[in-house]
């Protein structure tokens, strides 16, 4: 997005630079890097900073109003409703696309919010070695709101841990060790000093549960919870496991309700000029005469599954559950990352912290996604380069 920055690394660009790169990022945790990481990292001017932030501040106004959970209860499906719900969530992530205007102007488009944690520990390594890479200014950081490496990880372990024992404290998934994101699970492992365990793995006795821990039965007191309860009903074969909508004893960070309340369930509920105008389909009075210029999601699906793109009537009239689907205002994303061939999309996702104790998230830091599919995403963008993660500098 800064024409000098862009044009010095394509330059000074090779293929050997980026398979010395790419290897260096999966000695993280070798052979645990199972996503495309692309060739380069975007920077951002201040300007569209700004914009991004002003909106998520926007969206944190109605996060924390009072009303808010009233407005969110029908978001959670009945079944997964999960006990003793936290005030807040403590991780927030705002998809933004980078966008073109009518104007034809580049802004940031809100695609998606989650009340969920994302690559938290691993884009604290990846970011400081695509620095190197990149040969980054001094004058750009991923992090945001002052925060660097090291005080971005000791917040992260404040909120995750605090001041409790980390063999107290699980990383929850369903088969981590099967889940394309798991190298952040083994980075999340070595900054918090916790272990993953699978929901397979879990122990109940009374309202308490329990995991293995080297051959030793340890009380869980805290869940990081990285288990997405829409990804766990489609999956086959799990048998019997713990039904965790039971009272249980646990401290959940951040709690699974967030992810649905923090979510396209929410988006109908912000006015911002930077988020698309998005109606329940069943509150929608009158179809919109141009369906083109939208798209169809469904509230409860995960990593764009179900998402309709060239929407028709016929699609809406085919909807059996009207309330649990959303019409949104398509977003033009703009060709702006120059590659070797075409050039590519881009997505920053803004990670939002919240301690207990504060009022409101902060602004942390960031990853960053490449394409030049229809969609962002891995199955969109299959035997294409310059495409998939990566992060974002910001022009401080």
């Known amino acids: 997005m800064i024409k000098e920055l862009r044009q010095q ?20 945790h070798p052979g645990a890097l199972d996503f495309r990481n692309a060739e380069t990292p975007i920077f ?5 900073t700004k914009k991004m932030l002003d909106a998520c501040e926007d969206i944190i106004d109605v996060i924390t109003d009072e009303k808010f959970i009233a407005l969110t209860e029908r978001g ?27 104007s034809g102007g580049l802004e940031p488009q809100l695609i998606e919010m989650q009340g969920f944690p994302t690559l938290f520990a691993f884009q604290a390594f990846h970011s400081q070695i695509t620095a190197a890479y990149a040969n980054v200014p001094a004058n750009f950081s991923p992090y945001l709101n002052g925060y660097d490496k090291a005080s971005y990880l000791q917040l992260f372990k404040e909120i995750v841990v605090g001041d409790m024992d980390p063999e107290h404290v699980i990383l929850l998934e369903i088969f ?32 308490k549960l329990f995991y293995d821990n080297n051959g030793i039965k340890t009380p869980i007191k805290r869940i990081y919870n990285r288990l997405i309860f829409d990804d766990l009903q489609k999956q086959e074969g799990l048998g019997e496991v713990i039904d965790l909508t039971k009272d ?19 988006l109908p509920f912000i006015n911002n000029i930077y988020v698309p105008k998005t109606y329940f389909l069943n509150e929608l009075k009158q179809v919109p005469a141009d369906l083109e210029n939208y798209v169809l999601k469904p509230l409860f699906s995960f990593a764009g599954m179900g998402v309709v793109i060239d929407v028709t009537q016929q699609d809406i009239d085919d909807v ?45 830091h960031n990853l960053s996604r490449l394409s030049k599919g229809k969609m962002i995403g891995t ?14 500098f910001f022009e401080t």
């Open 44 to 48: 951002i001017p201040k300007d569209f």
């Open 320 to 364: 059996k559950d009207p309330e649990n689907w959303i019409l949104q205002r398509k977003v033009q994303y703009a060709d702006v990352i120059e590659t070797p061939d075409i050039p590519a999309k881009a997505e920053i996702r803004l990670f939002y912290f919240w301690k207990d104790g504060w009022a409101r998230p902060k602004a942390v």
């Open 248 to 266: 249980y004893e646990v401290e959940w960070v951040p709690h699974p309700n967030w992810f649905y309340r923090i979510s396209k369930f929410t």
């Open 176 to 207: 981590p060790e099967q889940q394309k994101t798991r190298i952040d699970f083994y980075c999340t492992e070595e900054v918090l000093g916790i272990k993953t365990v699978c929901l397979t793995k879990l122990i109940a006795e009374g309202n």
């Open 379 to 392: 199955r969109y963008n299959k035997d294409k380069e310059w495409v998939g993660g990566t992060v974002a």
């Open 9 to 28: 690394f394509n330059n000074s660009f090779s293929k050997e630079k980026y398979e010395a790169y790419v290897k260096q990022i999966d000695s993280l």
């Open 76 to 102: 959670i499906p009945k079944d997964i409703k999960i006990p003793n719900q936290k005030t807040h969530s403590h991780f927030i992530a705002f998809d933004f696309g980078i966008c073109q205007n009518d």
